[in-house]
């Protein structure tokens, strides 16, 4: 498998990534929308591990744990964690997110986080690299079973945050609720003023309440072009 190194933020820790699964802004934004109370999470589906690393890193209260069923990406994440020294509040584990039941106790983890593929299995032409493939399409895990894990693993009050693509939000929010995990917090991220939306960022609360907040529109670019400063906060430019 060949990595490429690459700094977390300018100055900051290097972590090895692949080119069938690159880190992608998705993932950094989502990690920024999760950040909060928590100290027992869980990345389901968590690649390479820059979820983990980024919540670890924005806080000393948390533990992470990473489940991975690709055995290649497994490693790498482990790698990353010991390369940016968290290894003693990370664990990366191998598994299948359709049998946490046989991985992990009910109630585990009061947070929960996943980057989850965002085409159904079928619905267009397939990479032809498994990793990438298993990455984009639905073909190893469904939305409804991402949900379901979820909901096993997640408290009464526990969070799962996940970012998706808004021509599904429909999909992922009858899921969410399906499950017992109330959506109560949502955000549209766009490439431009002006633009539709291209990512959707999104909380449930697994028991919560009724009652949805849609928080101001994440923009990535100004009229000009240029990053807008809430972009260079997140990552720390």
């Given at each position: 498998?060949?990595?490429e190194k690459l700094a977390l933020w300018p ?63 497994a490693a790498l994440a482990r790698e990353n ?157």
């Amino acid at each position: 498998m060949n990595t490429e190194k690459l700094a977390l933020w300018p100055g900051g820790p290097e972590i090895r990534q692949t080119a069938q699964a690159p880190v992608g802004t998705d993932a950094v934004l989502l990690a920024d929308f999760a950040a909060g109370k928590g100290k027992r999470g869980i990345d389901l589906g968590c690649g390479s591990g820059i979820l983990s690393l980024l919540l670890l890193l924005g806080s000393e209260a948390l533990r992470m744990t990473g489940l991975e069923l690709n055995a290649a990406a497994a490693a790498l994440a482990r790698e990353n964690l010991e390369r940016c020294g968290l290894s003693l509040r990370g664990e990366i584990r191998q598994g299948d997110i359709r049998r946490v039941r046989e991985l992990f106790q009910t109630g585990s983890f009061d947070l929960a986080v996943s980057n989850p593929p965002y085409f159904p299995k079928g619905s267009g032409r397939s990479a032809p690299d498994p990793q990438r493939a298993s990455a984009r399409e639905e073909a190893d895990c469904s939305l409804d079973e991402l949900c379901a894990a979820a909901a096993y693993l997640l408290p009464t009050g526990g969070r799962l945050c996940v970012v998706y693509r808004p021509e599904r939000l429909s999909e992922l929010l009858v899921c969410m609720t399906a499950h017992a995990i109330e959506p109560k917090r949502l955000r549209l991220c766009c490439h431009r003023p002006g633009s539709a939306p291209n990512l959707v960022l999104v909380e449930g609360r697994r028991g919560g309440r009724p009652g949805l907040k849609l928080e101001p529109i994440l923009l990535l670019t100004d009229g000009a072009g240029n990053e807008t400063e809430e972009l260079r906060r997140i990552y720390r430019r």
